[in-house]
């Protein structure tokens, strides 16, 4: 296992590095240039002085010296928000998508497994046709209106949550809540699907016929091989919810890590963009090992380090 | 507990049984696919059968004597409907023209989902925005049917070092975050386009279509490069090969053939994802751009006055956003009962 982590953490700098490059060229490649901006003219002074910083007097100084940088843990200056350093807007943002990010996945996950081992257990009643139907247009759903519907009829119209403020665990419950649902129906399904094999497979039931008591087969025996391909989900998604989401900061009003993401890309702000997706990316990383190490933790047959 | 009929208490399953239950479970997805089908094809065929009245040029208002299409035109002011028109208001105003008010059955009918902030009719920037968005899920599907097809037919089929290269340069895109990619393909498109004669519009709708539908062929390519290398090892293509036949060949007449299921489930599975995509272009603006309207357009336009000022205009989002959700649901609903119909491993493992 040891052996098996050290090798995959081995391979983390290489593919950050060709991530890196990747997205490199892409900014720069497009027409433009990222020094100069549309909306205002920026004093020759200033672009010379940052350029120096930044080492960029041409493309390829700036691409072999902002990973050295980075590795110090200097992300450069940012090119939209003057007087700003990418590693204080990413410093400040970070921790609260990672707050709300963590949250809302607990909640995705906690009520997504029940509702998908629930519809299971009573596979074609009732409950089971509730939960696929919610769970549809749980995915169906553009984020931007769940999230607003949500807003307005906790926030604007009864008033139960506070509007626009930052802070207090209170704060936390509403945009949890809406970047939990598309989650929560995705795991509710992949949960029922796999819960429906495993309940018709022969230990259950072994399991059964030892006299075990069904909620415990349920939800220890059962559950606990269902929730693979929940698992397996889980890395990317969590990747994604923990670097925030534009849609529901925006509703909400929180000064989150994804709007980062969507404005840096329009701003074409190439220190931001580099900055943003590096993150994006160790986090991806670094989830996918934690499930892959997850894995044999759960289910002791699989053998991650076995060659595919 | 003993009333219920638990799957834990279930028998055996003997052979009698286990047909019963694949026809029953055909039964099911067919009905489920019915539902889907049957709801999408009203939906889709009123958006298209409307297209000539909702592009209709002839008529006129106060601000746009030429007569802009029909979608973009604004009702008389007396005739619009929504919270927000204060008629009182209007009618103390002595400066604006009487507009006549269009009562004919049409004129009626086009005000059934209300009028926009611009009091133009709801209903038809639905339908037109159905077209549309529908078009952008269409092509989506299908400029990821060929890249993913091709792509995961090469790496599966021939492997080695052409494998390891096609589907790390997937792992990567994966890791890229998608907005990112869409941006791009548009900064770099869209002038391009611009300059072989389309106009500025068309311009826009291509390029989404074009950025949307290369970022969405991913997981096409790595479902399609699985089945292949399942395919790869059976006796069949063996045979194939052993009798001399070309790679081309083997592609088109043995292995795609194969593939057809996979392949239309992914298929109907891209459409309801990349039309949720142009929603959330539209929503940070980048998307279709007005006056042109698209569901995600329409639903955004509903919520932006609403959120920033008193007046609530929560109505213009029930339309768009219902005939947004039905339609994803029964695509949904499309793909799940494919996907059921014909994935042979999946129903192996649930019997």
């Given at each position: 296992m040891g052996r098996f982590i050290a090798t995959r953490l081995l391979q983390f700098p290489l593919i950050l590095a060709i991530i890196y490059l990747t997205t490199f060229f892409l900014v720069w490649i497009?027409?433009?240039?990222?020094?100069?901006?549309t909306d205002k003219k920026v004093n020759e002074a200033v672009i010379k002085a940052t350029k120096e910083r930044l080492h960029a007097q041409s493309w390829y100084q700036f691409l072999g010296h902002y990973p050295v940088m980075m590795l110090k843990g200097d992300l450069g200056p940012s090119l939209t928000y003057e007087e700003w350093s990418v590693t204080k807007i990413v410093g400040d943002a970070l921790p609260v998508s990672v707050t709300l990010g963590v949250f809302a996945m607990t909640v995705a996950v906690i009520v997504g497994v029940g509702i998908g081992a629930l519809a299971a257990v009573r596979r074609g009643g009732p409950f089971d046709w509730f939960s696929l139907s919610v769970a549809l247009v749980g995915i169906s759903l553009p984020s931007f209106v769940s999230a607003s519907v949500l807003f307005a009829i906790f926030?604007?119209?009864?008033?139960?949550f506070p509007i626009g403020?930052?802070?207090?665990?209170?704060?936390?419950?509403l945009p949890g809540l809406a970047l939990s649902l598309a989650p929560m129906a995705y795991i509710a399904r992949l949960t029922r699907v796999a819960m429906i094999d495993v309940l018709s497979s022969d230990f259950i039931r072994t399991a059964r016929a030892k006299g075990l008591s069904r909620s415990l087969i349920i939800w220890k025996h059962a559950l606990k091989n269902a929730f693979l391909p929940v698992l397996s989900y889980l890395g990317p998604a969590a990747a994604a919810t923990l670097t925030g989401s534009f849609v529901v900061e925006k509703v909400f009003n929180i000064p989150g890590l994804g709007q980062h993401f969507v404005n840096s890309v329009l701003n074409r702000d190439q220190t931001l963009i580099l900055g943003t997706v590096m993150i994006y990316s160790v986090f991806l990383l670094a989830l996918n090992l934690l499930v892959d190490v997850a894995y044999a933790f759960i289910d002791p047959r699989i053998d991650v380090t076995a060659k595919a | 507990m003993s009333t219920m009929t638990s799957p834990i208490l279930r028998p055996a399953n003997p052979a009698s049984e286990r047909s019963s239950r694949r026809l029953s479970r055909r039964l099911h997805a067919s009905g489920r696919m019915l539902i889907g089908g049957g709801v999408l094809a009203l939906i889709v065929l009123t958006c298209l059968l409307t297209l000539p009245l909702t592009l209709d040029a002839p008529g006129q208002d106060h601000k746009h004597p030429a007569g802009p299409l029909y979608f973009d035109r604004q009702t008389p002011y007396l005739s619009r409907v929504g919270p927000h028109f204060d008629r009182a208001q209007y009618e103390r105003a002595s400066g604006l023209p009487q507009d006549p008010v269009d009562s004919s059955l049409a004129g009626r009918i086009s005000l059934w989902f209300g009028t926009d902030t611009h009091g133009r009719s709801l209903l038809g920037r639905c339908l037109l925005g159905g077209v549309i968005s529908l078009t952008i899920g269409i092509a989506a599907a299908a400029i990821s049917v060929v890249l993913g097809v091709a792509v995961g037919l090469l790496a599966g089929y021939r492997g080695g070092w052409i494998d390891s290269l096609l589907m790390r340069s997937v792992d990567i895109l994966y890791g890229l975050p998608y907005i990112l990619l869409v941006v791009l393909f548009k900064i770099a498109l869209e002038p391009r386009l611009g300059k072989i004669g389309l106009g500025p519009r068309a311009a826009n709708l291509v390029v989404l279509f074009l950025a949307i539908g290369l970022v969405s062929w991913l997981t096409m390519a790595r479902v399609i490069r699985g089945q292949v290398l399942s395919l790869r090892s059976l006796p069949f293509i063996e045979a194939c090969r052993a009798a001399g036949l070309g790679e081309w060949r083997i592609f088109t007449r043995h292995l795609l053939p194969n593939l057809i299921g996979p392949i239309s489930v992914y298929a109907t599975l891209t459409v309801p994802q990349a039309i949720l995509q142009e929603s959330f272009l539209s929503f940070l603006g980048i998307g279709v751009q007005p006056p042109i309207p698209t569901w995600g357009l329409l639903a955004s336009e509903g919520l932006i006055p609403g959120l920033n000022s008193?007046?609530?205009?929560?109505?213009?989002?029930?339309a768009p956003c219902a005939l947004l959700s039905v339609t994803l649901l029964s695509l949904n609903f499309l793909g799940d009962g494919l996907r059921d119909v014909f994935d042979p491993k999946r129903e192996a493992a649930k019997i």
């Open positions: 497009a027409p433009g240039d990222p020094f100069t901006r926030c604007s119209q009864f008033k139960i403020t930052w802070g207090s665990p209170r704060d936390l419950v | 008193i007046h609530h205009y929560w109505y213009m989002l029930i």
